[in-house]
């Protein structure tokens, strides 16, 4: 005899696996630790194995909510991109070479996507970004971010900072340049912190910074210009080396000069990766491609949602039951209504192909007030 329409046939509800989907990927806790916490403070008894099998129920119900947020990253006018190691283990085949993963990161002040993948090379950050990425990129030197042109690119200053400070340290020709380097970097950021808390007006900064551009990129030319054997270890040639590779880029120094919307470093994405190191060094990273897939999509929707100040387990909890209504009623049935569709990452999102409201400057403003007002 089948069950009655509304009694699931899973033995747990859908905010069950929320909870679990929630306690592992917020709050990071392992996975005895969620079933322990399931035990202690809900009563709810559930081995090692139904824990995993309600973190991927939670993975597959929030996989369009990521791809959403994916495309949206993908057509946003500035991004700051970051990628760091990961560990993914070899239980389910996946990895029979034993790679190292890495997980990269799109941030945008309302949505932040993630990936892991077992290559750090261009192709995967063309597929984070998009082949056709028409932005800005705000990003570190890391030569997979190349493809990108200059004319897009604005280059991360704390980055820089620490080159310069790291020539500062060294001794000779290098000290000099180094500390020609800084001192120019401490007036360029000096007019910034005006700037930002209202002090030197935008266009008064403009006028102020060719001054200071001209004498970073003279520094600059001086190291390049300096004569070194291609197998010089000496500090010098290290000096010469980093000064050769950030000139080449000197271009891409500059864009937060003119444009307003883009940062002069790339913090954003080194804070939304923050948790994502945490989560690899208690954890140890995952064991298999699923499990990766629930380390990104779980971050993605946390902080995302963090961003936009909405609640992370109602979320997954629609989304759960979505997913459930969903696969009940058969996979593409016609006339599904609203109470069996993935809720939105951003309360918009894609269906049948298209976006339901255009991602443009508009949309975005009006959004950002109403979660202000919120």
């Given at each position: 005899m089948p069950f009655p329409a509304d009694v699931s046939i899973r033995g747990y509800g859908v905010r069950v696996v929320a909870l679990v989907a929630v306690l592992s990927g917020l709050y990071r806790h392992s996975t005895?630790?969620?079933?322990?916490?399931?035990?202690?403070?809900?009563?709810?008894?559930?081995?090692?194995?139904?824990?995993?099998?309600?973190?991927?129920?939670?993975?597959?119900?929030?996989e369009s909510a990521v791809l959403e947020a994916k495309t949206y990253v993908q057509n946003s006018?500035?991004?700051?991109?970051?990628?760091?190691?990961?560990?993914?283990?070899?239980?389910?085949?996946?990895?029979?070479?034993?790679?190292?993963?890495?997980?990269?990161?799109?941030?945008?002040?309302l949505v932040t996507f993630f990936q892991i993948t077992l290559s750090r090379c261009t192709d995967t950050a063309k597929n984070l970004l998009g082949e056709n990425f028409g932005g800005i990129l705000n990003s570190d030197r890391y030569a997979a971010y190349n493809w990108v042109g200059l004319e897009q690119r604005q280059l991360c200053w704390a980055h820089l900072k620490r080159e310069f400070i790291k020539?500062?340290?060294?001794?000779?020709?290098?000290?000099?340049?180094?500390?020609?380097?800084?001192?120019?970097?401490?007036?360029?950021?000096?007019?910034?912190?005006?700037?930002?808390?209202?002090?030197?007006?935008?266009?008064?900064?403009?006028?102020?910074v060719p001054e200071i551009r001209n004498a970073i990129k003279s520094s600059l030319q001086e190291a390049a210009d300096y004569e070194i054997g291609a197998q010089e270890k000496t500090p010098l040639a290290k000096t010469v080396r980093t000064c050769r590779q950030i000139f080449k880029f000197e271009q891409a120094l500059w864009l937060f000069v003119e444009v307003e919307a883009?940062?002069?470093t790339n913090n954003a994405a080194e804070r939304a990766i923050r948790p994502a190191v945490i989560w690899r060094r208690t954890?140890?990273?995952?064991?298999?491609?699923?499990?990766?897939?629930?380390?990104?999509?779980m971050l993605t929707v946390v902080t995302t949602l963090k961003s936009q100040r909405r609640n992370v387990l109602e979320f997954m909890t629609q989304a759960v039951s979505a997913k459930?209504?969903?696969?009940?009623?058969?996979?593409?049935?016609?006339?599904?209504?609203?109470?069996?569709?993935?809720?939105?990452?951003?309360?918009?999102?894609?269906?049948?192909?298209?976006?339901?409201?255009?991602?443009?400057?508009?949309?975005?403003?009006?959004?950002i007030h109403k979660l202000e007002k919120s």
């Open positions: 005895r630790m969620v079933q322990s916490a399931m035990q202690d403070i809900f009563g709810i008894t559930m081995c090692l194995g139904t824990v995993n099998k309600l973190k991927l129920e939670a993975s597959d119900a929030i006018p500035v991004v700051g991109a970051d990628e760091t190691s990961f560990n993914q283990g070899n239980v389910d085949g996946s990895n029979s070479k034993n790679k190292k993963a890495w997980l990269w990161v799109g941030v945008t002040p020539i500062s340290e060294r001794s000779g020709v290098s000290q000099e340049i180094g500390n020609a380097l800084v001192k120019q970097q401490e007036k360029l950021f000096e007019l910034w912190h005006r700037v930002r808390d209202g002090t030197l007006s935008r266009r008064e900064f403009q006028l102020l883009v940062e002069p954890s140890f990273g995952s064991q298999t491609k699923a499990g990766s897939n629930f380390v990104a999509r459930r209504q969903s696969q009940e009623r058969g996979r593409g049935a016609e006339g599904m209504g609203s109470r069996g569709e993935t809720p939105y990452i951003l309360g918009w999102g894609l269906k049948q192909g298209r976006i339901i409201c255009p991602l443009n400057h508009n949309v975005r403003k009006i959004l």
